[in-house]
């Protein structure tokens, strides 16, 4: 099985390193494709920087990784090729799911994010924008994040991944974006995984402040209010990988459109 690794962290981040040894491990042929620097926050904002009509992309090989036990693209004790490209990582999956890479890939593993990427915030993560722009283009994704903005326990996201994708990839037959938050702690300390719904919010809140002539004060702040009881955001502090299923922009029946004449 193909898989395109790509993230929004960029192309140096210890999480794509951590998830692309995680599908090699798991005996996919994998491609990793990343934005050639940061781009969080970029939700799946269809964003590059072309020269004469083509986007921009730079080969390089991923530091620290190696094919693993189970072999894999690069070949044994050969680090991962991959490509940098200066896009968004919606804009390379898009590219990736129209061949732009190689072979169109059969799912996409997006991650692992610094950060956690919870509750209907998750509209603005460019690691789940990546997998939702795959779940639109056809392509089953995973969006992965380890919950803390000083993450220090990457060998629990990596476990946790590899039992995911262990999941996932069987049953990867339709399109659908999963959303796996790891609570950044010992994997002994890991309580298991837990199906939740979004939190009403995510885990930053934004404030709007004073307004002068030429600004507006805008802080980002931890959400200090309690989260609701079984939401994504409240099980992973709990100690709870969280696993939630998204879909793309669909129909609503909220609104009676028929109506305008």
Do not use: Y
């Amino acid at each position: 099985m193909k898989v395109l690794v790509t993230n929004d962290d960029g192309i140096d981040a210890v999480g794509l390193r951590t998830l692309a040894q995680v599908a090699v491990d798991a005996g996919l042929d994998v491609t990793v494709a990343a934005p050639d620097g940061e781009r969080s926050g970029s939700g799946a904002a269809m964003s590059a920087l072309e020269t004469d009509g083509r986007l921009q992309v730079r080969r390089q090989v991923l530091d620290g990784t190696g094919p693993g036990e189970s072999g894999g693209r690069g070949g044994p004790g050969e680090p991962i090729g991959a490509f940098a490209v200066r896009a968004s990582p919606a804009m390379i999956v898009f590219v990736a799911a129209h061949g732009g890479f190689g072979p169109v890939p059969d799912i996409v593993l997006s991650g692992i994010n610094q950060g956690p990427n919870t509750g209907r915030a998750v509209l603005h993560s460019g690691t789940v924008g990546a997998a939702l722009t795959a779940e639109v283009n056809g392509l089953p994704a995973m969006a992965v994040s380890l919950a803390s903005d000083t993450p220090s326990h990457w060998e629990t996201a990596a476990k946790v991944a590899a039992r995911a994708v262990e999941w996932f990839v069987p049953r990867a037959t339709v399109p659908v974006a999963v959303n796996l938050n790891v609570p950044d702690v010992p994997a002994s300390e890991l309580r298991g995984f837990r199906a939740a719904r979004l939190s009403a919010f995510g885990a930053t809140q934004v404030k709007v402040g004073e307004r002068g002539d030429d600004f507006v004060a805008v802080t980002f702040s931890r959400l200090e209010t309690e989260p609701e009881p079984d939401s994504d955001l409240a099980l992973v502090r709990q100690g709870w990988a969280t696993v939630t299923a998204l879909r793309g922009p669909c129909e609503t029946s909220a609104l009676d459109v028929s109506t305008l004449t």
